[in-house]
């Protein structure tokens, strides 16, 4: 069923396997087997199909959550950073905290002499 989402599709051979096997085993006709084996590879078609967009989409997804997360993390270890040197924060990175309402929440308190 695999081989059915290929360029090739499934072989002749394949397919009158596959009708061989479900006569045997459901015990139809011949053209009832060969409808449900066109009916059965149909579907396997539209299932790989299906599976291929998601994972795709997927993908996309990860990669770009992985690529936020990779700038925040940047963000935050240049904030650290500053921090810790003292140097004051880029304009950009200067914002009131929803939390914390003092007006010096993100500056380095001066050392006492």
Same mark, same amino acid.
């Given at each position: 069923?695999?081989?059915?989402?290929?360029?090739?599709?499934?072989?002749?051979?394949?397919?009158?396997?596959?009708?061989?096997?479900?006569?045997?085993?459901?015990?139809?006709?011949?053209?009832?087997? #060969?409808?449900?084996?066109?009916? $059965?590879?149909?579907?396997?078609?539209?299932?790989?199909?299906?599976?291929?967009?998601?994972?795709?989409?997927?993908?996309?997804?990860?990669?770009? $959550?992985?690529?936020?997360?990779?700038?925040?993390?940047?963000?935050?270890?240049?904030?650290?950073?500053?921090?810790?040197?003292?140097?004051?924060?880029?304009?950009?990175? #200067?914002?009131?905290?929803?939390?914390?309402?003092? $007006?010096?929440?993100?500056?380095?308190?001066?050392?006492?002499?």
């Amino acid at each position: 069923m695999l081989t059915s989402s290929g360029h090739s599709g499934v072989s002749a051979d394949d397919r009158a396997y596959l009708v061989q096997i479900v006569t045997g085993v459901t015990g139809l006709t011949g053209a009832d087997a #060969e409808r449900r084996v066109d009916t $059965s590879i149909a579907n396997a078609k539209r299932a790989i199909s299906h599976a291929r967009a998601s994972s795709l989409i997927l993908a996309f997804s990860v990669a770009a $959550s992985l690529l936020l997360g990779a700038i925040a993390a940047w963000a935050g270890a240049e904030a650290g950073g500053r921090h810790r040197d003292g140097m004051p924060l880029p304009g950009w990175m #200067e914002h009131k905290s929803r939390f914390n309402r003092r $007006s010096n929440a993100w500056q380095r308190p001066t050392p006492i002499a």
